[in-house]
């Protein structure tokens, strides 16, 4: 727990910057366009951490992004999503 303290601590201004820069990138999940532009912004910081980064085109729904960090640990798989699913009504 004291690694990931430590970590956010030192990374505090690059972490909030790219919280603020992903939320304030609105992507209902029905909006195709808005959920691709989230997912160009994350595909590049991903790709900026060193990862290796696939866009799993969609045709109705916003693509899916995947990134691979390679490494000599034990392998992790972390799964969510970024779209801000309410609709802009």
């Keep these: ?3 990931l303290l ?3 601590t ?3 201004v690059w972490l909030r910057e790219t919280i603020d ?3 304030r990138l ?3 999940s029905t909006d195709k366009r808005a959920v691709d532009l989230c997912g160009a912004e994350l595909a590049g910081r991903l790709t900026a951490l060193g990862g290796s980064v696939d866009r799993l085109v969609r045709e109705e729904r916003g ?3 995947r990134a691979e960090f390679g490494g000599t640990g034990p392998l992790v798989l972390l799964l969510g ?3 801000s ?3 802009w009504e």
């Design 1 to 3: 727990m004291h690694a």
């Design 6 to 8: 430590n970590y956010t």
């Design 10 to 12: 030192e990374h505090s």
């Design 21 to 23: 820069a992903l939320v």
């Design 26 to 28: 609105e992507s209902p």
């Design 63 to 65: 693509d899916h992004v």
């Design 81 to 83: 999503h970024f779209d």
């Design 85 to 87: 699913v309410w609709p």
